[in-house]
Nanobody
Framework: QVQLVESGGGVVQAGGSLRLSCAAS????????MGWFRQTPGKERDFVAT???????DYADSVKGRFTISRDNAKNTVFLQMNSLKPEDTAVYYC?????????????????WGQGTQVTVSS
C-alpha cells in the first residue's frame, strides 16, 4: 500500500506561483510513475503532468511552459512548480502513483491517490 500526502496549496493572485509537494510512503518510490491531476466541482478530474522513473515528463497543453513536475527519490517526494498562475488553474490538485514506472495521462493508469490540496487563483 502506498500513501500519498499533498501539501503546498493555497490562495495566490493571478501571475503568482505555488509549489505543490507530494510525499509518498514506501521504500520503492523510485519505481513509481507519478502524476498530478486537478478537479473542479462538477467536472471530471483532468490530467496535469506526469513524470517517469528517469525524469521524463509530459504535460497537459493548458499548463505547458508554466508548470514543471519533478521528483526527489531520496525524499520520496514529487513536486509541481506552478508559475504564471491563472484563475482557470483554480482546482483541487491530486497526486497519483502508478506501479508501472512510465508516463501516464489517464486516471485509470494510476493505482494510488492522495487526498488533494486546494489551489485558488484570484483575478
Amino acid at each position: 500500500q502506498v500513501q500519498l500526502v499533498e501539501s503546498g496549496g493555497g490562495v495566490v493572485q493571478a501571475g503568482g506561483s505555488l509549489r505543490l509537494s507530494c510525499a509518498a510512503s514506501g521504500r520503492t518510490f523510485s519505481a513509481y510513475g507519478m502524476g498530478w491531476f486537478r478537479q473542479t466541482p462538477g467536472k471530471e478530474r483532468d490530467f496535469v503532468a506526469t513524470i517517469n522513473l528517469i525524469g521524463g515528463t509530459d504535460y497537459a497543453d493548458s499548463v505547458k511552459g508554466r508548470f514543471t513536475i519533478s521528483r526527489d527519490n531520496a525524499k520520496n517526494t514529487v513536486f509541481l512548480q506552478m508559475n504564471s498562475l491563472k484563475p482557470e488553474d483554480t482546482a483541487v490538485y491530486y497526486c497519483a502513483a502508478r506501479l508501472r514506472g512510465g508516463l501516464a495521462t489517464t486516471i485509470i493508469e494510476y493505482n494510488y491517490w492522495g487526498q488533494g490540496t486546494q489551489v485558488t487563483v484570484s483575478s
